[in-house]
């Protein structure tokens, strides 16, 4: 917090009343060209991620046949799977567990 207000001190703002993204008299910072550089870069790799994406190296199926194939990771993840279910629901509680300690007085004759 401290080196926020010290960075702060020296940045050069004009003063107004008021919000400084709205209104009449709003401030607007100007864009410079390293800035449209870098979202023309940004737009790019974008892009080319998308298109990565579009087209995947193995199909579904083959996925689906290499996870069959290798078996263990598979198995050793549903159980970690189920372990995470188990955990999340709570156990089975039957009425007679909540109330049996009424049956403390009950006598036999």
């Known amino acids: 917090m401290q080196l926020t207000r010290v960075l702060q001190y020296f ?15 709003r401030y607007l ?6 800035q449209k550089a870098k979202a023309v870069k940004s737009f790019i790799r974008e892009e080319s991620n998308v ?3 579009q087209n995947p190296y193995i199909t579904e199926e083959e ?3 290499a996870m ?10 549903e ?5 995470k279910k188990q955990k999340a629901w709570p156990t ?7 109330l049996e300690h009424l049956n403390v007085t009950k006598s036999w004759e």
Do not use: C, N
Request: hydrophobic letters at 35%; zero cysteines; a positive charge.
């Open 11 to 25: 940045k050069k703002r004009p003063k107004w009343p008021g919000l400084m993204t709205s209104g009449k008299h």
């Open 29 to 34: 910072p100007v864009i410079t060209s390293k």
């Open 51 to 53: 298109k990565i994406l």
């Open 63 to 65: 996925e689906h046949g």
């Open 68 to 77: 069959k194939a290798l078996g263990k990771p598979q198995a050793k993840f």
């Open 79 to 83: 159980a970690i799977k189920e372990a």
């Open 92 to 98: 089975d509680v039957s009425m007679k567990k909540y």
